[in-house]
């Protein structure tokens, strides 16, 4: 492959087609990880990518269409690398992207050969690239627990981020009678439950999770008077998740009422749901077949690259399934037969899109 880095710090490898000027057909993923990662998340994509070009290259094959490998810049913080491909970097706020320690984005950029004042240069179109398919592990359970070897992935969800700030008043834990209290810790158990409840009643089955919760002035003999928590809400379907908040807006108004404080809700984040093509979903259930391999669909409830690649092309992840469920952990494992599997899934999908695909 030739080997080239866009402004936007991506790692990119293109192998030539036969028809001179057709748009690629790309894969690809991330190898940077979180604290503590596991050896999978990511990077079977990458190596998985240049597996099929190596197998391509040694059997003096090409395709139709180019093949690009690409390793997407700082997917589990920033994901600059997809948005720089995309057009989605908002090039007016490079604080937003900035690494929680150590130096800037300008610099981290600079010294992997990206630059940030070129940025709108790494922007991919769909006469560029024709379709992207990610090969991932599943980074769940779904897979394992149902049996199946491969997912095809439905899209990948959209998210809603929301701060919850409740105010009660803190008083006296023993002086204070029940009935005069506004315990703003009260307020935040119902408003826990009513999260849960409101994802386990909509029919696309979303999800829906309070993971923060800060209680002040936190002490044992105090009545709480203030606590801040968030919800993060995502599902496939955008309908849904605008219910979701509508629904989550008159709940938390029903809730002040009964408790006697006031809550305030802020929007933190919202990224649209990406949807992968039904032809590509069908090119990796037809591939699955052919190889006899069990499948099932599914969405993916994990942000990746291929959600940004999305925005502007054609689209469609194949996941493998990841032991007891594990990722973002030392744990993470999926077997060498899991990842042959994957790989062997992801050559015969872009044979098939080389065909499905003009020129």
């Known amino acids: 492959m030739t080997v080239r880095t866009d402004a936007a710090g991506n790692l990119i490898g293109r192998y030539p087609g036969k028809v001179e000027g057709a748009a690629?057909?790309?894969?690809?993923?991330?190898?940077?990880?979180?604290p503590s990662g596991g050896s999978y998340d990511g990077v079977l994509g990458v190596l998985a990518g240049i597996e099929v070009v190596r197998s391509l290259k040694e059997t003096h094959m090409h395709l139709n269409h180019p093949i690009e490998v690409i390793v997407f810049t700082d997917e589990e913080s920033s994901m600059i690398g997809g948005q720089g491909m995309a057009g989605t970097v908002l090039l007016n706020a490079p604080e937003r992207y900035q690494p929680k320690i150590g130096g800037d984005i300008q610099m981290h950029l600079e010294s992997i050969g990206g630059s940030w004042d070129e940025l709108a240069t790494a922007k991919r179109t769909r006469k560029q690239v024709a379709a992207f398919v990610e090969l991932h592990v599943e980074q769940g359970s779904v897979l394992e627990r149902s049996g199946k070897e491969i997912g095809v992935v439905q899209g990948?969800?959209?998210?809603?981020?929301?701060?919850?700030t409740i105010t009660g008043q803190a008083n006296h834990?023993?002086?204070?009678?029940?009935?005069?209290?506004?315990?703003?810790?009260?307020?935040?158990?119902?408003?826990?439950?009513?999260?849960?409840?409101m994802a386990l009643c909509m029919p696309s089955q979303p999800v829906a999770t309070v993971g923060y919760l800060t209680v002040a002035?936190?002490?044992?003999?105090?009545?709480?008077?203030?606590?801040?928590?968030?919800v993060d809400m995502r599902d496939l379907s955008n309908d849904c998740l605008e219910m979701?908040?509508?629904?989550?807006?008159?709940?938390?108004?029903?809730?002040?009422?009964a408790t006697n404080t006031q809550i305030e809700l802020t929007p933190i984040l919202c990224v649209a749901p990406t949807p992968a093509v039904s032809q590509m979903q069908?090119?990796?259930?037809?591939?699955?077949?052919?190889?006899?391999?069990?499948?099932?669909h599914l969405p993916s409830r994990a942000g990746?690259?291929?959600?940004?690649?999305?925005?502007?092309?054609?689209?469609?992840?194949?996941?493998?399934?990841s032991q007891q469920g594990l990722s973002h952990s030392g744990e993470e494992y999926t077997s060498p037969e899991q990842c042959t599997q994957g790989a062997n899934v992801l050559l015969h999908t872009l044979f098939r899109l080389d065909r499905a695909y003009p020129c």
């Open 156 to 164: 990948v969800v959209g998210m809603q981020r929301k701060a919850i």
């Open 304 to 321: 990746h690259d291929a959600m940004e690649m999305g925005r502007f092309t054609d689209m469609g992840m194949i996941f493998v399934p």
């Open 217 to 230: 002035p936190n002490a044992v003999n105090i009545v709480p008077g203030q606590v801040e928590l968030s």
């Open 282 to 296: 069908a090119a990796i259930a037809t591939v699955c077949d052919q190889f006899g391999y069990s499948y099932c």
């Open 244 to 257: 979701m908040c509508d629904r989550l807006e008159r709940i938390l108004k029903t809730i002040a009422i």
């Open 173 to 197: 834990a023993g002086t204070t009678p029940m009935d005069m209290r506004h315990d703003a810790l009260v307020a935040a158990a119902q408003v826990i439950l009513a999260v849960r409840d």
């Open 24 to 34: 690629a057909l790309a894969t690809g993923s991330h190898i940077d990880t979180v």
